[in-house]
């Protein structure tokens, strides 16, 4: 798992995208990374000490989303939301 999301992380460098990934692995991956060092886990995955305290968060917002019936299993919106361009709704 470290290596997916170390991997997931170092691929979205190259878009300016990796604060984004990091936020979304930790928030994908946070079963699995509680009781985790924050700081060990960011030198796993070769991010800055500093993302430690983003690691913490994203865990907390976990936590939270977790108390509030919100999972992250797979983020699909239904058929119906799919379109913008819905009457009622206006044009995108």
């Known amino acids: 798992m470290i290596d997916q999301i170390k991997a997931a992380i170092q691929s979205a460098a190259d878009t300016n995208q990796k604060t984004a990934m990091f936020h ?5 991956n946070a079963d ?3 009781g985790i060092d924050p700081k060990g886990f960011c030198k796993e995955v070769s991010v800055s000490a500093a993302y430690a305290t ?4 994203m ?3 976990a936590r939270l989303m977790n ?4 999972t992250l299993e797979r983020l699909t919106l239904p058929s ?11 044009e995108v």
């Open 24 to 28: 979304l692995q930790v928030l994908l």
């Open 32 to 34: 699995e990374l509680m």
């Open 54 to 57: 983003e690691f913490t968060k």
């Open 59 to 61: 865990l907390a917002l």
């Open 67 to 70: 108390e509030q019936g919100i």
């Open 80 to 90: 119906e939301c799919v379109s913008l361009n819905r009457p009622g709704l206006g």
